[in-house]
């Protein structure tokens, strides 16, 4: 793993209060997503670490912030760090180490600011967010909140010289789809306690679900949980099988990143398969020898391209 100081050296960092933001933000990932930093860190080349990691501080920030408090409070707050955001990036100075790595970043990476911006606008999905009626609610939440906050780190990553744009944002599409479908039924027995899931009601219904039988689920609703697990996990597989073009797109030294990222949803959906109706009791665990395999596999294979 190259040293921190390295990656600022190599993504073009020199200034010192910028080298001092960037640390904080890198501190503050390693904290909250200590298994995403290691990975960032341990696959990709050294001179994105600081950038990949100044976007998804911003991205878990913007959450902090949507996640918390009432709904009227959540849209102020995100109103307000909206504003402050987009001033950041109009040049204003700024004191929040947050937004001062983010508007670094975004005037290295020219594409970064789209995404940042249909962010923000997507977390009103997020502050508004009560569960999904119908599959077009999940597809609308995946397209307006999903897919941009996914490009806040994907549209860093290299590209090969033939991939266009356009292929690279469906195919980054196609696999949040599938890690969204992941995440909704690996969550399910939290969510459910909160009130509300990420299945569809109409899905529910279908099987004569609901939130409330998850909380106390008979036998009976454990065998049609059964089916209706099943049944999503087959959702998920086009997707996650159509994002595997990504391997292709992504340049050498950023393919083992992308690679690691798709066998781990592979994994995972393996895991939520095998578990099935008990899901409703907690999320499924993938084998941690697997995991471990896929991680030394792309190191090695870093490793070769650097």
Do not use: N
Not at 46 to 52: D, E, G, K, S, Y
Not at 233 to 253: F, H, I, Q, Y
Request: glycine share 6%.
């Amino acid at each position: 793993m190259p040293t921190w100081t390295r990656a600022l050296r190599e993504a073009g960092v020199t200034d010192p209060e910028l080298r001092a933001a960037y640390g904080q933000q890198r501190r503050f990932v390693r904290r909250f997503r200590t298994a995403e930093y290691l990975t960032v860190r341990l696959l990709l080349p050294a001179r994105l670490h600081p950038p990949v990691v100044a976007a998804v501080a911003f991205m878990h920030e913007t959450d902090e912030r949507v996640d918390t408090g009432t709904r009227e409070a959540r849209g102020a707050a995100l109103e307000a760090w909206a504003t402050a955001t987009r001033a950041a990036l109009d040049g204003a100075t700024v004191t929040d180490a947050t937004l001062r790595a983010l508007a670094d970043t975004a005037g290295r990476y020219p594409q970064l600011p789209q995404y940042v911006e249909a962010f923000l606008r997507g977390s009103r999905y997020e502050v508004d967010y009560t569960g999904f009626d119908t599959e077009d609610g999940l597809q609308s939440y995946l397209d307006g909140y999903s897919l941009p906050a996914f490009m806040l780190l994907t549209c860093l990553l290299d590209r090969v010289e033939s991939a266009e744009d356009e292929e690279f944002v469906r195919r980054c599409r196609d696999l949040i789809e599938a890690m969204q479908r992941i995440d909704f039924l690996d969550d399910l027995a939290e969510d459910a306690a909160h009130g509300q899931v990420g299945i569809p009601g109409k899905d529910l219904e279908r099987h004569g679900l609901s939130v409330e039988t998850l909380r106390s689920p008979t036998e009976s609703v454990r065998a049609r949980l059964g089916q209706l697990v099943a049944e999503q996990v087959e959702l998920t597989r086009p997707p996650l099988s159509a994002s595997k073009r990504l391997t292709d797109l992504a340049s050498p030294g950023t393919r083992p990143f992308v690679t690691a990222l798709l066998e781990v949803q592979e994994l995972r959906l393996r895991a939520i398969g095998r578990k099935g109706s008990d899901l409703v009791d907690g999320a499924a665990r993938p084998s941690v020898p697997a995991m471990l395999g896929v991680l030394a596999r792309q190191y090695r294979a870093a490793r070769r391209t650097r």
